[in-house]
């Protein structure tokens, strides 16, 4: 058993995603946890990790391994214990990630140059030995390890920061449309706003995630089991969705649907789905946080076995909610605004937008927009402000092209781009 939860943590490093997706079912929120992790090397990292997997002196290793030393990457220095036949699947699997990649800079010198062609933007391979582009050594499996162990981690920090983008997005367009009417219009406006945040309050109260009395809810109402019956043995293997001994972020996340279903219905106006995405991160990352002893990401039996023997878990002091707590503060929301400003006045100077609008639409903010306008000193945004990208969600963040070297030749029109340089076959 221990060998097999050792390669789920190095499985999971890598992509998070050797574990099925727990089914929805009832009115509950279709695909909620069957997010990927986004990495743009994914497949790559899944099928590596399945080729390592069918090694069985690398099995072995990894029975004594250290989680620690499997998130620095040390495991790498194993490599050599792995058959031929596997490292020839290997060598092959990065052949065709390089190839991809070498697609992909193409791609990206072609849009420079003005040739269309669909596809985004690449950023530096850093999961990748590119400097040998034949064989999978010890760098690559070193590199893949501890590239996806920092983007894991990378992953929370940038959802929170685009959530609380989301949130003062949601405020700017609030006040915009308040200044864009008057009168009894304006004030009806107010008014459906403030029904919709107080309706939004009215739920019952939500247990603390963790607490037995948030876990026997779940064994309630969706294991079916009878309250008297509670046993956490067997709670953790109903929710050990595949068998593995442990549980991953989404068998966590699963957990929390039904106390999310109190505060969150589709399809009321006046509840956010966005904020319940969210506030299911925010029970995940503070379960895992109070429970994963080792710090591997995953929760053992023997881990949550010892939370729910201690005093702590038999108490509820509630949750408080993303609505309940300022997302940002008054500096962000400052600078949000100036960046909105920077960003129509650059509109209005590039023609795609006439000055009329511009003023339409920077009547949102009168008080800074009238001090531009009289030009007092210090009112416009500085330039790092004004040259700050407008804050945009995760999934439309372009991330930074990979230099891209070209073959030297008698023509510039006939370059080509390539990436890094073959070394010789270890074979």
């Avoid at 990208?389 to 439309?396: G, R, W």
């Avoid at 890094?420 to 074979?427: A, I, L, N, T, V």
């Amino acid at each position: 058993m221990m060998v097999y939860v050792k390669l789920t943590l190095l499985f999971c490093l890598l992509s998070g995603i050797i574990c099925p997706p727990v089914q929805e079912t009832g009115n509950e929120i279709e695909n909620e946890l069957e997010q990927g992790l986004g990495l743009e090397y994914e497949r790559y990292v899944k099928e590596v990790v399945q080729a390592l997997e069918s090694d069985p002196e690398f099995r072995k290793k990894l029975e004594n391994s250290d989680p620690e030393d499997i998130k620095k990457g040390k495991i790498s220095d194993d490599l050599d214990l792995v058959h031929h036949n596997v490292r020839t699947k290997l060598d092959e699997l990065k052949r065709q990630e390089i190839e991809r990649l070498r697609k992909l800079a193409i791609a990206e010198y072609e849009e420079k140059e003005g040739i269309h062609r669909p596809g985004g933007r690449l950023r530096i391979p850093g999961h990748i030995d590119h400097k040998n582009l034949q064989t999978f050594e010890k760098e690559d499996l070193r590199k893949l390890i501890i590239q996806t162990t920092k983007d894991l981690d990378d992953a929370d920090k940038q959802r929170r920061e685009d959530f609380k983008r989301y949130e003062m997005e949601k405020e700017f367009d609030h006040k915009r449309k308040l200044e864009q009417v008057d009168g009894e219009a304006k004030k009806k406006e107010e008014q459906e706003w403030e029904e919709k945040q107080k309706k939004h309050k009215d739920h019952p109260k939500l247990h603390h995630p963790g607490s037995k009395q948030q876990l026997e809810e779940v064994w309630e109402k969706e294991d079916h089991m009878a309250e008297e019956d509670w046993d956490p043995r067997t709670f953790f293997k109903l929710h050990d969705i595949d068998g593995n001994g442990v549980w991953d972020p989404n068998e966590v996340k699963a957990l929390f649907r039904n106390e999310l279903n109190k505060m969150y219905d589709p399809n009321a106006p006046e509840d956010d789905m966005r904020e319940r995405m969210e506030e299911m991160e925010r029970m995940r990352e503070h379960v895992i946080r109070q429970t994963d002893k080792n710090r591997d990401g995953l929760i053992s039996f023997e881990e949550f076995l010892e939370e729910s023997q201690k005093s702590e878990f038999n108490e509820d002091p509630g949750w408080d909610t993303v609505d309940q707590g300022p997302i940002y503060n008054e500096e962000e929301y400052r600078m949000y605004e100036q960046r909105r400003i920077a960003e129509i006045q650059r509109m209005v100077q590039e023609g795609r937008i006439t000055p009329e609008e511009g003023d339409k639409l920077l009547a949102a903010l009168p008080n800074q927009y009238q001090a531009i306008k009289e030009g007092q000193p210090n009112s416009q945004p500085s330039k790092p402000v004004v040259n700050a990208p407008l804050p945009i969600a995760a999934d439309q963040v372009n991330p930074q092209p990979v230099p891209v070297s070209y073959q030297q030749g008698p023509s510039q029109s006939n370059q080509q781009p390539s990436i890094g340089k073959p070394q010789e076959s270890r074979h």
